[in-house]
């Protein structure tokens, strides 16, 4: 029952946080911003499908924000946490309940910090590299001045879990999987790869 009570919440926040972004467009029939066939004042349909999507993502904050734990997490899991995190900080201008309830879940994923900088429950064994490759994005998208360092711990311990040896790797080449031992996925690469994505200006910037 808990796997997929589980399962039901992280596909609620994937949902929250594809409607979040677009808050950003003016609709399904918008055209360009100016010139051009479909530019101007938004139709009366398009009103219409921003204020479903403005009440979408309304109500799945309020959900999230009704579940959050006393210690700032959610499911007392630092993935499923920063996956919260992420869905409200994209959800528009936050309140000061909204943020503050982000800094506290970011705050609760800090205290799973290894010194390899991975990001996981090692006590339970929990999927080191996806739960690492998940707060790492939470923590680019609410980028707090305290966590500068560990966002490059975090990218430099994604980037230690790929496979890279081509001749020895085979078709496992190029991938990260749960764990540095263990066989890569799909579903993990992306997750690292977008992390690795939000986060690649540090490459360019001095450590502060």
């Known amino acids: 029952m808990k796997h997929w009570i589980g399962f039901a919440v992280v596909i609620v926040l994937a949902v929250i946080a594809m409607f979040a972004l677009s808050r950003t ?31 979408s993502v309304d109500a799945g904050v309020a959900f999230l924000m009704g579940r959050q734990q006393e210690n700032g997490a959610w499911m007392e899991h630092p993935a499923v946490t920063s996956l919260a995190c992420t ?19 970011q705050d609760y994923v800090k205290t799973f910090l290894q010194d390899d ?7 339970s064994e929990q999927y080191p590299n996806y739960s690492t490759a998940v707060s790492l994005i939470a923590f680019a998208v609410v980028d707090r001045p305290q966590d500068q360092a560990l966002l490059r711990a975090a990218r430099g311990f994604i980037l230690g879990s790929q496979f890279k040896d081509e001749a020895a790797d085979g078709v496992f080449y190029g991938g990260i999987g749960y764990g540095k031992q263990l066989r ?12 690795l994505y939000l986060t690649d200006h540090l490459d360019r910037e001095p450590a502060t």
């Open 87 to 105: 869905a409200i900080a994209n959800s528009g201008e936050l309140s000061e309940a909204e943020e503050d309830a982000v800094n506290r879940g």
């Open 117 to 123: 900088g991975s990001i996981w429950n090692a006590e």
């Open 184 to 195: 890569p996925d799909l579903s993990n690469t992306q997750w690292a790869l977008e992390a």
């Open 25 to 55: 467009d003016t609709g399904p029939a918008a055209g360009p911003a100016t010139g051009g066939p479909g530019s101007g004042p938004p139709t009366a349909g398009q009103d219409s499908w921003r204020q479903d999507v403005d009440a």
